[in-house]
């Protein structure tokens, strides 16, 4: 069954950001562009390379009014240790939230039961609280900061712009199609 349009439940975890604990809702996403960037666990292989990218991209994704909301099913004391230990977590500035009953995960249908982790999944979701577009890759895949940012964009231009489509590879500035045209050098 496709998430797409399926509205955020409402949630409340704990989180950890800037070296503090806080609480994060779904109240704090509405109202500005989102990514729910879903990772098995904390102290893996793969996940601090995804992080790092995503911190290294975190200002573009601001910079669009999108904040970035990473998450695995770890506690957020756990979080707080690797960001002790680890000189790449500790360059991470977006809320890093904990998930550790796997209700988010559930919620996403990202949630791998018999390990109690979750898949790699990202998820766009807009101002109103639903997502626009979502990735789900194996375990063993990084996913591109850089895509995902473009495909945000994507979706903001769309939204912005209801009656245009971007085409594959469109990049902000490019050229876009309209639905019931003649689409033939419409690019």
């Given at each position: ?49 995804e ?5 290294n ?14 998450i ?6 756990v ?32 949630m ?13 979701i ?62």
């Amino acid at each position: 069954m496709s998430m797409i349009h399926k509205e955020v439940s409402d949630f409340s975890v704990d989180a950890f950001q800037g070296n503090a604990f806080k609480t994060v809702t779904r109240a704090d996403i509405l109202g500005k562009w989102s990514v729910f960037f879903f990772y098995p666990a904390d102290f893996t292989f793969v996940c601090p390379t995804e992080l790092e990218d995503l911190q290294n991209r975190y200002n573009d994704f601001r910079a669009i009014g999108c904040e970035i909301y990473s998450i695995s099913c770890d506690t957020h004391f756990v979080h707080k240790a690797w960001h002790d230990i680890s000189r790449t977590i500790q360059k991470i500035q977006f809320p890093m939230l904990a998930d550790p009953t796997g209700v988010l995960a559930r919620d996403f249908e990202v949630m791998i039961e018999e390990s109690g982790v979750a898949e790699r999944g990202d998820f766009i979701i807009n101002p109103e609280g639903k997502i626009v577009a979502y990735e789900v890759l194996a375990g063993n895949v990084g996913r591109n900061a850089g895509e995902i940012l473009r495909r945000v964009q994507a979706s903001q231009f769309v939204a912005e712009h209801g009656d245009q489509v971007c085409p594959a590879q469109w990049q902000p500035g490019g050229g876009t199609l309209k639905p019931g045209l003649d689409l033939v050098g419409q690019l």
